[in-house]
């Protein structure tokens, strides 16, 4: 079968860039609608081919040998057309095969968008975003670096990151996990590891998770983690490679990340696990303005893949509104969100608002939520909208909801993993706002 499909495909001169075509996956092993992204010669005179699943995110595009690809022939049901109108990239696409007695409102299709963290098309974005993003999807198609070793971990990447040539064109980085910098060799990083003193990101230290009781050293819950953790701020005007590194690295598993290298007017809040000898190896992060125009306390966030599902994200969520309050201010992330950012962020609204709703003892309005949870008042009432908590009346919005439903929405992510911050253990000064800003 296999051979069938090599003899089809070099019959017809194979598929061309643009091609439909079916494809077995790596990651499931099954059979799903792709679009051929790129193709190039292999050594028998065929092609591999490069392709993004239409009913999957980028980070699953991949190169494959020619009989793993195969053409769309529709059955007479036009089954394998309604397949790939299924796994259409836009919600306009999406939606369209709705059929004629279900009316495409607005507010179904930006719910839909939510739901499925589907993106715009790009001609539906402004003129100036259409060029950006055009020019975007050409220069990211294809996935440049396929692997990364960072420390003990070997990680498929997702996307495609601007690092330098000629290690741009490596099949896999070796990354020093102190300095961040890069390598196309194991042997010149273990030379650089063998020079290498820093054993933490070039920062300050800020907040280190509380120890375990003296009585029970096996404990863990609330603040206590194992291993502990760390956060250190590091400043990208003072530690400029090691964020320009950091940005190139979080490029790798973030599509729509476009800050590399100006990164002086940003800090830099990096998450480590502690091991027992005191080397700090890295998590995740985020950034943040020092100056935001928009009121934004976070632009980038990521977890590493190897460190996800771990509740680490949420905590890096919660970290940044912890640094809200330290403001004085309410705060709200950076647009757009990636499709695990925006799960992520989610997850923690309704935590958090459900649980300011629990623990007062009167009526609280949207603002009195917002201020209890540094979290802006537009992202409040989103997430009561998502719960249905909400009501519009008389030009207002009205919580409405009882104790019941409360406990029953917080039932449902009781099974998160959720590492509490013991904000007696952060140690943070603010930064200095400029002159003449607010």
Same mark, same amino acid.
């Given at each position: ?5 090599? &003899?089809?495909?070099?019959? #017809? ?6 091609? &439909? ?8 092993? *099954? ?12 050594? $028998? ?7 993004? =699943? ?13 009989? &793993?690809? @195969? &053409?769309? *022939? ?11 109108? #299924? ?8 939606? @369209?095969? %709705? ?23 790009? $001609? ?12 975007? /999807? ?5 996935? +440049? ?7 003990? =971990? ?89 964020? /320009? ?13 476009? %800050? ?16 027992? /000898? ?12 020092? +100056?935001?125009?928009?009121? +934004? +306390? ?9 460190? *996800? ?124 706002? /400029?002159?003449?800003?607010?």
């Amino acid at each position: 079968m296999a051979r069938t499909g090599r &003899r089809e495909a070099a019959s #017809s001169g194979g598929f061309d860039v643009g091609a &439909r075509v079916y494809c077995k996956a790596t990651f499931d092993k *099954q059979t799903h609608a792709a679009e051929v992204v790129e193709r190039r010669p292999d050594s $028998e005179g065929g092609f591999i081919y490069y392709v993004h =699943y239409a009913e999957f995110d980028k980070r699953l595009d991949e190169w494959l040998p020619a009989e &793993r690809v @195969s &053409r769309i *022939q529709p059955s007479a049901s036009g089954e394998g057309l309604t397949r790939l109108t #299924s796994g259409a990239s836009t919600a306009s696409e999406l939606l @369209s095969s %709705l059929s004629g007695d279900q009316k495409l409102t607005r507010r179904l299709k930006r719910k839909y968008e939510e739901i499925h963290h589907v993106g715009p098309a790009v $001609e539906e974005l402004p003129p100036i975003d259409q060029h950006l993003e055009k020019e975007h /999807q050409e220069k990211t198609k294809v996935k +440049n670096i396929q692997v990364i070793e960072l420390g003990k =971990y070997e990680m498929d990447t997702w996307y495609y990151s601007p690092y330098p040539e000629p290690y741009a064109s490596c099949e896999k980085l070796y990354i020093c996990e102190y300095t961040l910098k890069y390598f196309r060799k194991k042997k010149t990083l273990l030379r650089h590891l063998a020079k290498c003193t820093l054993r933490h990101p070039p920062g300050d230290e800020i907040y280190r998770s509380p120890p375990p009781p003296t009585d029970d050293p096996g404990f863990v819950g609330g603040a206590v983690v194992s291993p502990p953790i760390s956060m250190f701020e590091v400043d990208g005007a003072k530690s400029k490679v090691y964020c /320009q590194n950091l940005c190139l690295l979080s490029k790798l598993f973030l599509d729509h990340k476009t %800050l590399y290298y100006d990164v002086d007017p940003f800090l830099f809040y990096v998450l480590c696990e502690r091991d027992a /000898q005191g080397h700090h190896h890295l998590v995740g992060y985020f950034s943040k303005e020092k +100056n935001s125009a928009e009121g +934004n +306390n976070l632009a980038c966030i990521l977890t590493l893949p190897a460190f *996800q599902r771990k509740g680490y994200g949420r905590f890096l969520i919660a970290f940044s509104y912890e640094l809200s309050k330290k403001e004085g201010k309410v705060g709200s992330p950076e647009r757009p969100l990636s499709d695990l950012g925006a799960v992520s962020y989610r997850s923690y609204w309704t935590r958090m608002i459900l649980e300011a709703l629990r623990d007062s003892k009167a009526s609280l309005s949207i603002k009195d939520i917002s201020e209890a949870t540094a979290i802006k008042t537009d992202d409040v009432v989103r997430t009561l909208e998502s719960l249905s908590l909400i009501k519009y009346w008389k030009g207002d919005h009205i919580i409405s909801v009882t104790q019941k439903i409360i406990e029953e929405h917080l039932r449902t992510i009781s099974h998160q993993k959720n590492i509490e911050i013991d904000v007696s253990r952060l140690h943070w000064t603010p930064y200095p706002t /400029q002159t003449g800003k607010k």
